[in-house]
């Protein structure tokens, strides 16, 4: 099993929708949990770090985290033709490394 | 500019040459981190260092691969007589320590090609 999982997509939105994007991760006792943005030939951006249960939003953007179904998911609302990128999942089981998933493609479709 | 910077953007080598890519910390942030990508692929880690020690490099190849942190200056990561499976882009990233709940910011990358 994979320490942190995402659908490779890509994930088909049209533009407005709500893109949903799912990550689940293999270690219960991990505490940090964050989504990077990354668009083709650049670097990882961070968009969200979230740590509580529950849900956290900024903007159009809302990360979702259930710790005891280990389950991390992010949120776009109104999405753009701009957010089409790769978005990778990251998590940090403990006191300093990050484990990232391979990403999900998204595409908005205007 | 107070965010992570590599260099060089993109270096080119022959195999069997040497390559140096060079990574200087946000300001305040003490903890740097090498990973490597290959297109299409996820960002693997390579190396965790703080300022004069490597504290964990179970990403790193053991041969050919090493990385530096010195007391001044920047982070390195030296590839020694680079093959063609080297060429990937490098992204550096730096967080504010291990007690914290730190962020990790990226840099710009080094695009390494071997030809």
């Known amino acids: 099993q994979k320490e942190v999982e995402q659908n490779s997509g890509p994930l088909s939105v049209p533009e407005g929708a709500i893109a949903s994007l799912n990550c689940t991760y293999s270690d219960r006792g991990s505490q940090s949990f964050f989504w990077y943005r990354q668009y083709s030939g650049k670097s990882p951006e961070l968009i969200m770090s979230?740590?509580?249960?529950g849900d956290k939003e900024d903007g159009r953007f809302t990360a979702q985290l259930n710790k005891a179904s280990q389950y991390v998911s992010l949120l776009i609302r109104d999405s753009q033709p701009s957010d089409s990128a790769t978005y990778l999942c990251a998590v940090r089981p403990g006191t300093y490394k990050y484990i990232f998933g391979t990403g999900t493609r998204l595409k908005v479709l205007a | 500019n107070a965010g992570v910077m590599q260099n060089p953007r993109h270096l080119v080598r022959r195999r069997g040459q040497e390559a140096r890519l060079r990574c200087s910390p946000m300001k305040g942030h003490s903890h740097v981190y090498w990973y490597r990508q290959l297109p299409e692929e996820g960002l693997k880690f390579m190396v965790y260092?703080?300022?004069?020690?490597?504290?964990?490099e179970s990403g790193m190849p053991k041969e050919r691969f090493s990385a530096e942190f010195p007391k001044e200056g920047p982070s390195i990561l030296r590839i020694q007589q680079v093959v063609r499976g080297d060429s990937a882009a490098y992204f550096c990233?730096?967080?504010?320590?291990?007690?914290?709940?730190?962020?990790?910011?990226f840099g710009e990358g080094s695009r390494l090609t071997v030809l």
């Open positions: 979230i740590y509580s249960n």
């Open positions: 990233a730096s967080s504010p320590g291990q007690g914290t709940l730190g962020e990790l910011f």
């Open positions: 260092l703080q300022k004069e020690n490597i504290i964990d």
